[in-house]
C-alpha cells in the first residue's frame, strides 16, 4: 500500500505507558472543564433521545423523522471521524500531500451513494441495509451473511475510532492507554443502549457542528501565523520536513500506481458499502429527503477535507520546529495520530487544547456509537430475527437483544483497540472500505439493479469477496511485511480492491445465472 503509512505493530493487550510525558494541558483544568462539558452535553442529549424512544422503529431509525439538511448533518458527523481528523491530518504531518489521498477518496464516494442507491434505499429499506437486500432475495441465508459482513466491517472501523479515542485520553489527562479506551466503551454503549439511532443522530448533528466550527478556527490561526500565505506556509512545510520538495508531489501512487488506483476503488466504493452509513438512509421521512441528506453531506465534508490540508501542512511547518511536542526520537508524543492536537495546543494553549480535544473525543465517541448501534442492529434484527422470530418481530424482545449485543460489541471494541494501539487510524479505516467494497456493496447494487440477482448468488459472491479482501489483506504489504515481518509480500496490492471487487461482483454474476431455476422472485411493493 502507500509507503506513508505508519509502522504497524500491534500491542496485544501490554499495559500502555506513554514514552514521554507532554505538558500539553493533561491536567489544565480548562481542558477538563471542557472536555466534562462535552460529555455531559452529550449524555443530556441521550437522556432526552431515551424519553423520545418508544418503539423499534424509533430505536433503529429515529422513527423517520429526521430531515435531510439534519441528517446531512449526521452523516457528515459519521464522517468526520478519528480518521478524518487525527489520521489524515497525521498523514499529512509525516508524508504531506500523499495523507491526502484519503480525504479524496473519502468524499468521491458519497456522489455513488446519491445516483446510484439512496432513493432505493429508503424505498426499500426499513431499518438496516440487509432489509434492502432481503426484500429482492428471499431466504435466511442471503440475511445472516450480510449481517456478518456488517459485523466484520463494524469491527474494522470500530478498531480505527477506539485508537483514537484512546491516545486522546491518554494525552490530555496523562491517565493509561487501557483504561482510557474502557471509559470511551462504557459511555458508547449508554449511548446507544438508552437512546439508540435518535442519540446517535443528534450527537452526530452536534459535533458535526462543533467540527467544522473549529475546523474554520485552526485553519484561521494557522494561516495567521504565515501572513495568510499559502505559499510560506508550503514553504516552511518544505523546509522543515527531510522529504523536502517530494512532499509537495504524490510520490506514492507513482511509485506504486497499482496500489493507488486500488486505494481510490476502495474508497470511492467502499462508502456506498458502509453498514453504519446505509443506515442513515432510514432516519428520513422519504426518498426525496435521503437525496438531500447525502448533497448536504458532500458539501459539510469537502469544505473540512480542504481544511485538512491546511491544518495538516500547519502541523508539519510548526510542530517540527518545537522540541516540547517530541519525544527524545523525535516522534510526536502520544502517538502519531496526535497531531492536530498538539497543533491547537501551539495555536491556542489550554484553551485551543481543550475545545479541540473535547470535540475530536464526541467525533469519536458519536461515530463508534453510531458503529456500535449498526453492528447491535445486524445482530438483533437480521440474526436473531433470522434464525428465532420467522413467523414475525416482537419488538420489545428485539430491542432487548440490540441491547445485549451492545454490550458484546462494546467490550470487544475495548480489547480490539488495546490489541491494535499502533495503528494509524485513517489506515485502519481504509481497511473497512476495503472490505465493504468488496462484499456488502456488489450484494447491495446487483441487489437492486440485476433482477436475475438470485440468493445463493449473493452469498457465494459476497462471501467471497469478503473471504478474498481478508486474506489478501494478510498476504499484503501492511500485515504481511509490517506486521509480521516478512522480507516480501505475498500479495503486492495493498488494499486489494482491484482484485477483489471484480471477484466479487464476477462470482455474484456466474453463482446467479447457474442458479436461475431455483430463483424465488421476492414481490416488493413501491420498487
Request: glycine content about 10%; overall charge positive; proline content about 4%.
Amino acid at each position: 500500500m502507500l509507503r506513508i503509512l505508519l509502522s504497524i505493530l500491534p500491542a496485544a493487550f501490554v499495559p500502555s505507558a506513554m514514552a514521554a510525558q507532554s505538558s500539553v494541558g493533561a491536567t489544565s483544568p480548562t481542558s477538563l472543564l471542557l472536555f466534562v462539558t462535552v460529555i455531559a452535553v452529550t449524555l443530556g442529549i441521550t437522556w432526552w433521545a431515551a424519553k423520545q424512544t418508544t418503539s423499534a422503529n424509533d430505536f433503529y431509525a429515529a422513527g423517520g423523522r429526521i430531515s435531510g439538511f439534519q441528517n446531512g448533518l449526521a452523516i457528515t458527523g459519521d464522517a468526520l471521524s478519528a480518521g478524518a481528523f487525527l489520521g489524515l491530518t497525521a498523514l499529512v504531518f509525516n508524508g504531506g500531500f500523499d495523507g491526502l489521498v484519503y480525504a479524496i477518496g473519502y468524499t468521491t464516494g458519497l456522489p455513488i451513494v446519491v445516483f446510484l442507491m439512496a432513493s432505493k434505499l429508503r424505498k426499500l429499506g426499513k431499518y438496516t441495509f440487509t432489509d434492502v437486500v432481503c426484500s429482492r432475495l428471499s431466504g435466511n441465508s442471503v440475511r445472516i451473511f450480510s449481517a456478518c459482513a456488517s459485523l466484520i466491517i463494524v469491527a474494522f472501523y470500530l478498531i480505527a475510532q477506539m485508537v483514537g479515542a484512546g491516545q486522546l485520553v491518554q494525552l490530555l489527562f496523562g491517565i493509561d492507554y487501557n483504561y482510557a479506551i474502557i471509559l470511551v466503551g462504557v459511555l458508547m454503549v449508554v449511548y446507544v443502549v438508552f437512546g439508540g439511532m435518535m442519540a446517535t443522530t443528534w450527537v452526530q448533528i452536534v459535533k458535526a457542528v462543533l467540527m467544522l466550527g473549529i475546523g474554520v478556527v485552526m485553519c484561521l490561526l494557522v494561516m495567521m501565523q504565515f501572513g495568510f500565505s499559502m505559499r510560506e506556509l508550503l514553504q516552511k512545510a518544505v523546509e522543515v520536513h527531510p522529504g523536502k520538495e517530494n512532499i509537495l508531489i504524490p510520490q506514492a501512487l507513482a511509485r506504486d500506481p497499482v496500489s493507488g488506483i486500488s486505494l481510490g476503488i476502495a474508497l470511492m466504493l467502499g462508502t456506498a458499502g458502509l453498514p453504519h452509513v446505509l443506515m442513515r438512509f432510514f432516519t428520513v421521512p422519504d426518498a426525496k429527503a435521503a437525496r438531500s441528506s447525502v448533497l448536504w453531506a458532500t458539501a459539510f465534508m469537502n469544505c473540512f477535507y480542504a481544511m485538512i490540508f491546511i491544518i495538516g501542512f500547519g502541523a508539519l511547518a510548526l510542530l517540527r520546529d518545537h522540541s516540547g511536542y517530541l519525544d527524545a526520537n523525535g516522534a510526536l508524543i502520544g502517538g502519531g495520530n496526535t497531531a492536530a492536537l498538539h497543533l491547537s495546543h501551539l495555536l491556542g494553549g489550554d484553551v485551543m487544547f481543550g475545545a479541540v480535544s473535547a470535540i475530536a473525543f464526541a467525533t469519536i465517541l458519536a461515530v463508534v456509537a453510531g458503529l456500535t448501534l449498526s453492528g447491535a442492529s445486524a445482530v438483533s434484527h437480521d440474526i436473531y430475527g433470522a434464525l428465532f422470530k420467522r413467523h414475525g418481530s416482537d419488538a420489545p424482545d428485539e430491542i432487548r437483544i440490540v441491547k445485549i449485543a451492545t454490550v458484546v460489541l462494546g467490550a470487544l471494541a475495548v480489547l480490539l483497540g488495546i490489541a491494535f494501539r499502533n495503528q494509524n487510524v485513517a489506515y485502519m479505516i481504509s481497511l473497512a472500505f476495503s472490505i465493504a467494497c468488496s462484499s456488502t456493496f456488489p450484494v447491495l447494487i446487483l441487489a437492486i439493479y440485476w433482477k436475475k440477482m438470485t440468493p445463493f448468488g449473493a452469498v457465494l459472491g459476497g462471501g467471497v469477496g469478503l473471504a478474498s479482501s481478508l486474506l489478501f489483506t494478510v498476504l499484503g504489504p501492511s500485515v504481511w511485511v509490517k506486521v509480521l515481518g516478512y522480507a516480501q509480500p505475498v500479495f503486492p496490492i495493498d488494499p486489494p480492491a482491484l482484485v477483489t471487487v471484480p471477484l466479487a461482483f464476477t462470482v455474484c454474476l456466474i453463482a446467479s445465472l447457474a442458479t436461475q431455476s431455483s430463483r424465488v422472485p421476492t414481490p416488493v411493493a413501491g420498487a
